[in-house]
C-alpha cells in the first residue's frame, strides 16, 4: 500500500496540512489567540451571562444571596481566561499531564474521605483556605484524560482489545468508587457516562456493550440497596411520581412539584426577567444550583427553555464534529470524553428538573452557580478547543486515525 493510501489523504492535503500547523507554530500567542474559534467561544460566553442574569433573578431578593451573581460573573472570568490559556496547549503536553492530574485527583478524593467538609448529608468537600472545592468535580475531566493516555499508548492494530477494556474499566471505576461512598451518586453517574462513552469510541464491540447494559440493569437493584437513606428516599419518589401514586408534598416530592409548578406558569413566553412568583418568592430550594432552569422556564418560558437548549445542542455539536477531525488518538478521545461530561450533565440535569429522572444533585454548566463546576466545565471546552487548535498534531503511530 502506498504512503497515500497509508495516511488516508493526499500528498496535496498532507503539504496543505504541514503548512497550516507550521504556520501555526511561528505565530505568537496574539495569533493563535485570532486562530481560535470565536463564534463557539463566544457562545459559551452568552450561556454563562445568561446564567448570572438567571442567578441575580432568583437571589437579589434575599440578602444572603444577592451577591451570587457577582461571585459568579468573577469566576466566569477567570475561568474564561484559563479556557483560552488551556487552548493554546499543544495536546502533547495535555497528554503529558494527563497520568500527574489523575494521580492529584485521585489523591484529593482520599482527601476528602479523611479530612472532608460536610455538608447536605454528604462528605464531597476540601476546605483550602477561605475555599470550598469539590475534587469529584475534577475527577471527570481527569479520568476523561487519563483513559484517551491510556488508549493512546496501548491500543495497536494487533492487540487483543477484550483485556485492554477491562484496564480502562479499572481506570474509571477508582475515583468513581471514592465518590459513590462520599456519596455524590450523580457525579458518579456523570463521571461513568462520559467514561464509557471513551471506551466505545476506543473500539468497544456491540456485543461487550450488550452485555454491559444487560449487567448495568441486573445490578441496579443492588445499588439501590447501598444508597445512602436520602438517595433511596428520592428514588422511591421519582418512582411514585413515574406510577402515578400520591407523594408528601412536603418531603422529597416538594422540590420537584414546585419547580414543575414554575416552568408551567412561565407558559410559552415565560413572565420575564426578574417577574417570576416561584422564583421571587424563593419557592423552588436550590433554585440558584441544580434547579436554576425553573427560573429560567418561569421567566422566559417554552421560547427562552428552548433557545438555552439549543445553544447548548450547537455547542455539543460543535464538540463532537471537532473531536472526530482531530489526527491523534489522544485529542479524539480526550475532547470527546470531555465534551460527553458536559453533555451528560446537561441531560441529567434537565431530566431531573422536569421529573424524568430522580433528584441527584446536578448542576447545569454554565448556568448553575458553583466556582468548582464552572472551572471544570471551563477546563473541559479548553481541552475541547486545544484538540482543535492542535488537530493536525499526530502524537503516535498506535490506534486507528
Known amino acids: 500500500m502506498s504512503r497515500e493510501g497509508y495516511t488516508g489523504f ?12 507550521l504556520s501555526f507554530e511561528n505565530v505568537g500567542a496574539l495569533g493563535k489567540l485570532a486562530k481560535l474559534p470565536w463564534g463557539f467561544i463566544l457562545l459559551i460566553a452568552a450561556l454563562a451571562l445568561t446564567g448570572v442574569a438567571m442567578l441575580y433573578s432568583s437571589a437579589h431578593t434575599n440578602p444572603g444571596e444577592s451577591n451570587l451573581w457577582y461571585l459568579q460573573l468573577t469566576r466566569f472570568g477567570m475561568s474564561f481566561v484559563l479556557m483560552l490559556v488551556l487552548a493554546l496547549l499543544p495536546l502533547s503536553l495535555w497528554r503529558t499531564l494527563a497520568i500527574p492530574a489523575y494521580a492529584f485527583t485521585i489523591v484529593l478524593l482520599i482527601l476528602v474521605e479523611v479530612m472532608g467538609v460536610s455538608g ?27 483513559l484517551a493516555w491510556y488508549y493512546d499508548r496501548v491500543i495497536t492494530p494487533t492487540s487483543g482489545r477484550i ?12 475515583p468513581a468508587a471514592l465518590i459513590f461512598k462520599q456519596p455524590d451518586f450523580g457525579t458518579t453517574l456523570a463521571l461513568v457516562a462520559s467514561g464509557c462513552v471513551v471506551i466505545f469510541l476506543a473500539g468497544l464491540s456491540l456485543r461487550v456493550i450488550l452485555f454491559g447494559v444487560i449487567a448495568g440493569i441486573a445490578a441496579v437493584p443492588g445499588i439501590y ?17 413515574m406510577s402515578g401514586e400520591s407523594t408528601n408534598a412536603l418531603g422529597e416530592s416538594y422540590q420537584i412539584e ?47 427553555t428552548t433557545t438555552l437548549l439549543l445553544g447548548f445542542a450547537v455547542i455539543l455539536g460543535w464538540a463532537f464534529y471537532s473531536a472526530s477531525q482531530s489526527q491523534s ?12 461530561t458536559v453533555a451528560f450533565y446537561i441531560v441529567f440535569n434537565v431530566g431531573m428538573v422536569i421529573g424524568l429522572l430522580p433528584v441527584v444533585g ?15 466545565t471551563m477546563a473541559c471546552f479548553g481541552l475541547i478547543l486545544a484538540a482543535h487548535m492542535h488537530r493536525d498534531e499526530k502524537l503516535s503511530s498506535t490506534g486507528p486515525i
Do not use: C
Open 10 to 21: 493526499s500528498r496535496g492535503e498532507a503539504r496543505t496540512r504541514t503548512a497550516r500547523s
Open 120 to 146: 447536605g448529608g454528604a462528605q464531597r468537600w476540601l476546605q483550602i483556605g477561605p475555599v470550598a472545592v469539590q475534587p469529584s468535580e475534577f475527577a471527570k475531566l481527569a479520568t476523561t484524560m487519563a
Open 163 to 174: 483485556l485492554i477494556h477491562i484496564g480502562a474499566l479499572v481506570i474509571m471505576l477508582i
Open 225 to 241: 440497596f447501598v444508597l445512602a437513606d436520602y438517595q433511596r428516599e428520592r428514588v422511591d419518589t421519582f418512582l411514585a411520581q
Open 258 to 304: 414546585q419547580g414543575l409548578i414554575a416552568i408551567g406558569g412561565g407558559g410559552f413566553n415565560g413572565k420575564g426577567w426578574l417577574q417570576g412568583i416561584q422564583s421571587q418568592q424563593d419557592y423552588v430550594p436550590e433554585q440558584h444550583t441544580d434547579f436554576i432552569l425553573t427560573v429560567i422556564g418561569e421567566e422566559f418560558g417554552f421560547l427562552g
Open 329 to 340: 488518538w489522544f485529542g479524539r478521545l480526550a475532547s470527546a470524553g470531555a465534551a460527553a
Open 362 to 376: 446536578m448542576p447545569l454548566p454554565l448556568i448553575s452557580y458553583g466556582g468548582t463546576a464552572m472551572l471544570t
